[in-house]
């Protein structure tokens, strides 16, 4: 029996080829790690080319898993382990392991043409380039093949379940429970007994090669996280909002309409809502971005609730048909799944660059709401807020995610159906005559919403500027200037919460301000922060446009106020103008979320200047 | 539906099944909305609005239940004179937004109306993927082959050379031809009428009306202040008749008046051509097939009039039975409830790996 030692948190990357299975292997971990009750965030990063070319830094895929007793809030800055497939997934990310790190590597792959290809001069298993690290040089692909030999497989389909092998150590050394594994590989290769059977062999194989070996002395424990009481599973920010507009529409008691054309990273929502047809959810693979977002509006025209989930170039191609949303004032959902621009960028990393276009990347003045989830889970409860707000005020929302959300994941503590909110809306009812189709509900000031189908509310609504209540075309100056600020004044008067500021003794003189996605990063350098003595508040913005209402009076209460932004001060750029308040901005685009402890440096130095 | 009447073009007659029908008897003012007609006096709208308004009580479908949705351009305003419901939406888009409406409200009866600028050059890339698709939809080119709205550019369907504000010395490029790109799309029902002649254009409608599935209809519109005269040659009592070709299923394929009666006959070289009458004998006469699922007859008769305005076929060019993509959408959703039973939200917020915590 080995030595057992206790951790409170272990951040561990896998990484490999593109086609090593790095991002299955690592959703795995996540499962098992889900299930024997850790908290745990994790973070996949793989290139936009399918299949890169084998064994280049380009091609590189990694998982990034945090797991812990406690609750934890990122998928962690520095990986505790690092395993690595081949030279090339060591050399990219050697750079971000700490000292002391365990390394696993896959001494197969390291000949003399792989570490040309990985740009290695010498092999740095030989060198003595590793010796601050504690690595274990095994031969994965062998001891696999060596596995599985008795099911038959050529050599490079038996080599090809590594990754299991891998697995199956990586779980020994966790202390993972693995019959779920088991049954996964069961499900996944039904088709193909003996790829099953070897994935399954392979996957035993490195538990036990854990277990018997020397070159592990210890294995670890990181005992369960004291979670709030309820059913808990693990799930992306991708399939959250797309069970979260399932939800809007079950709670609205409409239909939910998706057109949507295919892009990174937003597609999963496409082929999540496209599973769920029994739902009476139409998902529709449109010609074009143009088409996805005009085919939703004409759905939202006819009662239903109508989506589109794209990324900022596609924002950007439908931008004239949500304008024409806010001119005919009807509800819209619209999904930026922001990634690195401009332009292409790099559509498989994350950045927070398309929050001014949310909000201004139309003609004319269009003002609409803008909602941003700050969390994997948040997902779900943004996607049913930004429906919310579409439904009762008539309008296109703009719902921010971005791929670092995407893809990420993290336990999810599943809400009572009771508990989510009613956000049913009433169509307006038939009457005989003297129907006004832009007359405004005096609270909201939303126009009716008269759909097809309706007797006595046959009306033409379009782009061209409306009379105000008649709805018919009109160039009257004077109309128009009403027009236009009715619209803002709608936009401006959404019921939204009020900003609440996390600061525990009250003494804070530094407030921490975010939006979206940097919610994890932030919170855990504040929590440093205080570990350390140092005094900051923090909050986080749901609603971007409106602000909450008491958003200039909380920026007013510190001293100073920091805005780490993924972006170059996008958010710290309406602050300044809209409150003329001194926001210090912090920046980064560098494809990836902030680490917990770059912010942490920022804050202190903030604090202290 | 016996009031739909199902002959020359329409297979189906299913095109309006599920809209549901009007009680009372509906006249022409039923609608006509209280919008003031904008259009130049003398522009060829005037005759297609008033063709549509008159032929709209014969459907006696209810009011409520009609979406009349366009673009921009001249004949985007379509919507706003018609008292149904209506979308006048942005440039080229109709298709896309109407396919949503459509996709999702079987019981509407949604028409797109558009103009060849709208729907040939920045719709395009709509115009051809609804027609594919087979949504349910009556669209209406009005070609008037040319720029009306923004003064007077030459547009995808004007002929080379075209002399415009744009193109001082002459536009280059080939134009499109409506129909062939249509036939070219898999489009199930492609037909042509012309604005001066209602009782054609009615019948046309009637079948694209039948018709389930996109029903694609251009329809030749005069510009009297840009494009004037374009399609005198199809109205001139004196030229007419020795130039249009009448399209009728079933019957052979003849035109022309006394000395000068022609027919189409199938081209040794491929393709369609037209001959004398009097050269050929009654059998080689093309007899007209809207039915035929080989869509390239269809596709050498629009080719007649191209490049000169010589030979114009106008009337249904085809018509063919194939499942709308609304109504396959709507058979995955009751499918997937059929076998799956209705969605469960608690089953799918639950689905997959949990755990409890106490």
């Not at chain 1, 005094?535 to 780490?564: M, S, W």
């Not at chain 2, 979406?67 to 919507?79: A, D, E, K, L, N």
């Not at chain 2, 070219?184 to 254009?201: N, P, Y």
């Amino acid at each position: 029996m080995k030595q057992v030692q206790q951790l409170d948190r272990v951040i561990i990357r896998f990484a490999g080829d593109s086609g090593d299975g790095i991002q299955l292997t690592g959703g795995r971990f996540a499962s098992e790690t889900a299930r024997f009750g850790n908290d745990l965030a994790t973070f996949p990063d793989f290139p936009a080319e399918i299949r890169a070319p084998a064994g280049t830094l380009p091609g590189v895929s990694s998982f990034q898993l945090h797991f812990a007793d406690h609750d934890i809030l990122t998928p962690g800055d520095a990986p505790d382990v690092l395993v690595a497939l081949n030279p090339a997934a060591l050399r990219a990310n050697l750079t971000e392991l700490p000292r002391g790190a365990r390394i696993i590597v896959d001494t197969f792959e390291f000949t003399t043409r792989n570490l040309a290809k990985a740009g290695y001069p010498a092999n740095p298993l030989e060198d003595g380039s590793l010796d601050g690290y504690a690595v274990h040089a095994l031969d994965l692909t062998s001891l696999t093949v060596g596995a599985v030999q008795a099911y038959g497989l050529s050599r490079k389909d038996a080599a090809r379940a590594k990754n299991m092998f891998a697995l199956g150590l990586l779980s020994w050394l966790f202390g993972r429970p693995v019959t779920a594994t088991v049954e996964f590989l069961e499900r996944k290769f039904a088709s193909r007994i003996d790829v099953r059977d070897a994935n399954i062999a392979a996957f035993r194989a490195g538990w036990n090669f854990g277990e018997t070996t020397e070159d592990f002395a210890v294995s670890y424990q990181v005992r369960t996280a004291p979670l709030p009481a309820g059913r808990y599973r693990n799930i992306s920010g991708n399939v959250a909002l797309a069970y979260g507009l399932i939800a809007a529409s079950r709670r609205s008691g409409l239909p939910l309409f998706l057109g949507a054309y295919p892009i990174t990273p937003a597609s999963d929502i496409l082929h999540e809502l496209s599973r769920h047809k029994s739902f009476g959810v139409r998902t529709f693979q449109a010609e074009d971005e143009i088409a996805g977002v005009g085919a939703s509006l004409g759905a939202s025209y006819g009662g239903a609730l109508g989506v589109t989930v794209t990324s900022g170039p596609g924002v950007a191609l439908k931008a004239e048909t949500i304008g024409l949303g806010v001119a005919v004032e009807l509800p819209l959902v619209v999904v930026d799944v922001q990634r690195a621009g401009p332009s292409t960028g790099m559509p498989t990393k994350t950045e927070q660059a398309d929050l001014l276009m949310a909000l201004f990347g139309r003609n004319g003045e269009s003002p609409l709401p803008v909602v941003a989830a700050k969390s994997p889970s948040d997902c779900f409860d943004a996607a049913l807020e930004a429906a919310r707000i579409a439904l009762k005020y008539r309008t296109p929302v703009l719902l921010l995610s971005d791929g670092y959300l995407a893809n990420g994941s993290e336990p999810w503590r599943i809400p009572h159906i009771n508990e989510l909110p009613d956000i049913s809306v009433e169509f307006a009812a038939p009457q005989v005559d003297d129907f006004l189709p832009f007359s405004r509900d005096p609270d909201t000031l939303a126009r009716p919403w008269a759909v097809p189908g309706t007797p006595g509310l046959e009306h033409r609504i379009g782009g061209i500027e409306k009379a105000d209540g008649t709805g018919n075309i009109s160039y009257d100056p004077d109309n128009h200037e009403r027009m236009v600020r009715l619209r803002q004044a709608k936009i401006d008067g959404i019921d939204v919460p009020d900003l609440a500021v996390d600061d525990p003794d009250g003494d804070a003189r530094v407030l921490v301000l975010g939006w979206g996605s940097t919610y994890g990063p932030i919170a855990a350098a504040v929590r440093r922060v205080r570990k350390a003595g140092g005094k900051v508040a923090q909050a986080h913005l749901r609603h971007l446009n409106p602000f909450p209402a008491n958003t200039g009076d909380v920026l007013r209460a510190y001293d100073r106020v920091l805005v780490p932004e993924l972006n170059l001060g996008q958010l710290a750029l309406l602050l300044r103008g809209r409150y003329l308040v001194d926001a210090i901005s912090y920046n980064r685009v560098r494809g990836l979320p902030f680490k917990a402890e770059e912010l942490a440096t920022v804050i202190e130095e903030v604090i202290a200047s | 539906m016996t009031e739909i009447h199902n002959g020359n073009g329409s297979l189906n007659g299913k095109g309006l099944a599920l809209v549901p029908r009007a009680e009372g008897k509906q006249t022409l003012k039923d609608f006509k909305s209280d919008q003031e007609v904008r259009w130049c006096p003398g522009c060829g709208d005037y005759a297609i609005l008033a063709a549509v308004q008159s032929f709209l009580p014969e459907l006696g479908l209810k009011r409520e239940n009609i979406v009349f949705v366009s673009g921009i351009g001249c004949s985007s305003r379509f919507p706003y004179y018609l008292n149904t419901y209506g979308i006048h939406s942005i440039h080229g888009r109709a298709p896309a937004i109407a396919t949503g409406l459509a996709a999702s409200r079987p019981d509407l009866s949604v028409w797109v109306i558009t103009g060849d600028g709208d729907s040939l050059s920045i719709g395009g890339n709509h115009l051809i993927h609804a027609l594919r698709r087979n949504v349910n939809l009556n669209i209406l080119l009005f070609n008037n082959r040319i720029y009306g709205l923004t003064k007077g550019q030459y547009s995808p369907t004007s002929e080379v050379g075209k002399i415009t504000k744009s193109t001082p010395m002459g536009s280059l490029d080939k134009p499109f031809n409506p129909i062939s790109l249509a036939l070219g799309s898999e489009a199930s029902f492609v037909a042509r009428t012309i604005d001066s002649d209602r009782k054609h254009l009615q019948g046309v409608l009637r079948e694209a009306t039948a018709h389930q599935g996109a029903s694609l209809v251009e329809i030749y519109q005069n510009c009297n202040i840009f494009n004037d005269n374009a399609f005198e040659a199809l109205k001139d009592p004196a030229t007419r008749d020795d130039i249009t070709v009448k399209l009728e299923h079933g019957q052979p394929i003849v035109f022309g008046t006394g000395d000068n009666e022609k027919a189409v006959r199938l081209s040794p070289t491929g393709g369609v051509e037209v001959v004398r009458r009097a050269d050929i004998a009654d059998s080689e006469i093309l007899v007209h097939d809207a039915h035929n699922p080989d869509p390239s007859v269809a596709f050498a008769l629009s080719r007649l009039d191209d490049p000169a305005f010589e030979h114009v076929p106008i009337g249904i060019f085809r018509s063919v039975d194939r499942p709308a993509y609304d109504q396959l959408l709507n058979e995955q959703v009751d499918t997937a409830i059929a076998t799956k039973g209705p969605g469960s939200l608690a089953g799918l917020l639950h689905s997959g790996d949990t755990w409890q915590i106490n």
